[in-house]
C-alpha cells in the first residue's frame, strides 16, 4: 500500500520513525510539523532526508529549520504540504538525481534498470553528460540508492524496476520543468527505446513484454511525432 494513503502515525510513531531515519530535533518543534503533515510516513520520511543531508549540522531539525526560515508548512492544506516538502526535497539533489526523476517521471511503467542506464549512464565519450549524468556504473547504483532512501523512488527486487512512489512525486517532479527539457527526456527514452529489438508476438506473456513499445509510443506522444505514435499502435502495440 502506498505509504501517502495509509492512516497516519501517532505523534510517538512519528517520532520514533523519524529519529530511525538518523534525524534528530525536539519534539516541541517536531510534532506540529508532523500533525501538519498528517503523520504520513512518506512525507516523514522524505523530510527526515533532506535533513539528514544538511551538511552543517546532519540529521538536526532544530539547527536546519533556524538556516532555512522560508520553509514552514502551517496554514497550508495537506496538498500543498506535500508539495512544500517535495519541492524542497528536489532543491538540494545532485543534478543527476534530479534528471533521473525527470526521466522516471516521463516513464507510464515503472522503468526496467536496464532502461535507466540507457538513458541515464555514459558509455561513449561524445555523450553528453547533461543528457547523461551518470559517468560510472558505481554513480548510477549510487544514485538510484539515494534517490530510494530518501523517499522519492521505490524499487520491485524482482522485477528490477523503479517508479516514483507517488502522483504527487511525479507531479512535483514534472510540474514547471521548461518544455525544452521535457523534449529532450522524451528523445532520450525514444533513441533507447526504438533501439530494443522488439519481441515476437507469440513470445508476449505480459505487460511488461511490451515496455519498450509503451514507452516509445508516449516518447512520440510527447515529441508531438502522432503519426509515428500511430503506427507503433498500430503495427505493434494493438493486439
Excluded at 104 to 124: F, I, K, N, W, Y
Amino acid at each position: 500500500m502506498c505509504p501517502l494513503r495509509a492512516g497516519g502515525l501517532t505523534d510517538e510513531d512519528a517520532v520514533a520513525l523519524w529519529h530511525a531515519l538518523g534525524a534528530t530535533g525536539s519534539r516541541a518543534r517536531l510534532r506540529p510539523v508532523f500533525r501538519t503533515c498528517a503523520h504520513h510516513p512518506l512525507l516523514i520520511q522524505i523530510l527526515a532526508a533532506v535533513v539528514a543531508h544538511f551538511h552543517p549540522d546532519p540529521g538536526s531539525f532544530d539547527a536546519w529549520r533556524t538556516a532555512n526560515p522560508t520553509f514552514d508548512l502551517f496554514g497550508l492544506d495537506l496538498v500543498q504540504v506535500r508539495s512544500h516538502v517535495l519541492a524542497w526535497a528536489l532543491h538540494g539533489l545532485p543534478a543527476a538525481e534530479r534528471r533521473t526523476l525527470h526521466v522516471l517521471a516521463a516513464c507510464h511503467m515503472p522503468a526496467r534498470v536496464e532502461m535507466l542506464q540507457g538513458v541515464l549512464l555514459r558509455t561513449a565519450e561524445a555523450d553528453d553528460p547533461v543528457q547523461k549524468p551518470f559517468a560510472t556504473p558505481g554513480a548510477f547504483d549510487a544514485g538510484l540508492t539515494d534517490l530510494h532512501d530518501r523517499g522519492l523512488v521505490g524499487r520491485d527486487r524482482e522485477t528490477r524496476t523503479y517508479d516514483l512512489l507517488h502522483p504527487v512525486v511525479r507531479g512535483v517532479v514534472w510540474r514547471g520543468l521548461p518544455e525544452a527539457v521535457k523534449q529532450s527526456i522524451y528523445e532520450a527514452i525514444r533513441v533507447y527505446c526504438a533501439a530494443v529489438p522488439p519481441v515476437a508476438e507469440a513470445a508476449i506473456t505480459t505487460l511488461e513484454d511490451l515496455e519498450p513499445a509503451v514507452e516509445l509510443f508516449h516518447a512520440f506522444i510527447g515529441l508531438g511525432r502522432y503519426d509515428d505514435a500511430y503506427h507503433l499502435f498500430r503495427y505493434r502495440l494493438r493486439r
